[in-house]
């Protein structure tokens, strides 16, 4: 049987429990670990080799090993949490349909999941997201989280939305996106505090965050709380 993962604290401060058959392993991004049953064991490891991790870690904005957590005989269960205060939605993976996640959204998945970073085009690098993405491929669950509340937005073929770079949790292969400016110059842009900007057409489904992580470090910086050198 699968991991199962059950939520608790959302909307707004949202913990998943992973919970593992005797013997059952999960991957967990670095640092999300909140606790463990008693006898869980846990091995870092660079994910997909050297290359790959490092990939992950320069490229991806993820840490550069993954912590996997193994359950003893009895079973065992693992919670994880996100660093900002918000949602968690589970990605159940079909083996068919991958998943592309914006940088530090991914939390945790089944081993029967492989993560890895992937080139998501310059509408990423320009839009803020580093140019790379967290791709799913597989079967099994993903928990990923967001900044605020979550939506799904489900797309027919052929439907268009349009959304804030910094508002883009993840999405689903099937979707094909393209990146434009939301005004004309640089000037109307600042104007009205708004950038560059996806356009994602169906069918498929878009995952979104009411709040922007930048928007915080904006804050924080304006308010003189940000990290000072």
């Known amino acids: 049987m699968p991991v199962q993962v059950r939520t608790r604290h959302t909307p707004s401060f949202g913990v998943a429990r992973l919970v593992l058959a005797p013997g059952e392993p999960v991957q967990v991004e670095s640092g999300a670990m909140l606790a ?13 080799g ?26 065992g269960w693992v919670d994880v949490a996100p660093n900002l205060p918000g949602d968690l939605y589970v990605i159940e993976l079909d083996g068919r349909t991958g998943w592309c996640v914006t940088k530090g959204c991914w939390l945790a ?21 580093g140019g790379f993405v967290t ?53 109307q842009s600042l104007k009205s505090g708004e950038g560059l900007v996806f356009d994602f057409a169906g069918p498929g489904q878009v995952l979104t965050q009411t709040r922007n992580p930048r928007g915080l470090v904006t804050w924080l910086q304006a308010n003189g709380l940000g990290a000072r050198s």
């Open 36 to 48: 463990t049953s008693y006898g869980v064991s846990v091995e870092a490891r660079a994910q997909g």
């Open 50 to 75: 050297f290359l790959k991790s490092l990939a992950r870690a320069a490229l991806g904005g993820e840490s550069f090993f993954v912590s996997t957590y193994t359950a003893p005989q009895q079973g």
């Open 109 to 129: 998945s089944a081993s029967t999941v492989q993560v890895e970073a992937q080139w998501g085009g310059f509408q990423n690098l320009f839009g803020g997201e």
């Open 135 to 187: 791709h799913l491929v597989g079967q099994g669950p993903a928990v990923v989280s967001c900044y605020g509340a979550l939506d799904v937005v489900t797309l027919q073929p052929g439907e268009y939305v349009t959304i804030d770079t910094g508002h883009v949790v993840a999405y689903a292969d099937t979707v094909q996106s393209r990146l434009r400016q939301m005004n004309q110059g640089i000037a």
